[in-house]
């Protein structure tokens, strides 16, 4: 499996090692260096249909990045658009929510699904709109955001008040309401 690690106190780099045969995907533009024994191609991951909503209900890019180590083991390095921290979460058990410009990178076992999130949390939130992405399989998956992530433990019966558009991620399971302020 591909090892993600972050370097970096200020506007960190994701870092990512790969074995012969390993390969992972990434945000368009999102690579800044790699090993000559990585291959990088970009492709509609998903296919057609799947890149169009990508692009038009979230904002990630239409095309995505796949880097492949096809030649031997090799590294590269990965950086967010915006400046800002970068997070690995490990999916499987959990699954994850992103928020529009959320995605950095994911091992090829993990895929990202364009959700409808309902009218009611569309019109009020900052959250995606009508749309979110969702995570979907087991593998590590990196997140970024512009500034600062702070990892908010909601404990189950207990709720937690979050301006919707400083959300990042959250766990698929967590219910949530969206109300305009008042």
Request: hydrophobic residues 45%.
């Amino acid at each position: 499996m591909p090892e993600f690690s972050v370097v970096g106190n200020v506007d960190p780099f994701l870092h990512v090692s790969l074995k012969r045969g390993e390969s992972i995907y990434a945000e368009r533009g999102a690579m800044v260096s790699m090993d000559a024994t990585l291959d990088l191609k970009g492709e509609m991951r998903g296919g057609l249909l799947s890149g169009l909503a990508r692009r038009m209900t979230s904002g990630e890019s239409f095309f995505q990045q796949t880097l492949e180590a096809a030649r031997g083991e090799g590294d590269a390095l990965f950086a967010p658009t915006l400046p800002g921290d970068v997070m690995v979460l490990e999916c499987g058990a959990r699954q994850f929510r992103l928020n529009d410009g959320a995605f950095l990178a994911a091992e090829t076992t993990l895929d990202i699904k364009i959700k409808n999130q309902g009218i009611g949390q569309a019109l009020f939130g900052g959250t995606g709109g009508f749309f979110i992405m969702e995570t979907h399989g087991r593998g590590k998956l990196a997140i970024s955001a512009f500034g600062a992530i702070f990892a908010l433990d909601v404990k189950p019966g207990s709720d937690a008040i979050v301006d919707n558009t400083h959300v990042v991620a959250w766990d698929a399971g967590l219910t949530y309401n969206i109300s305009h302020a008042t």
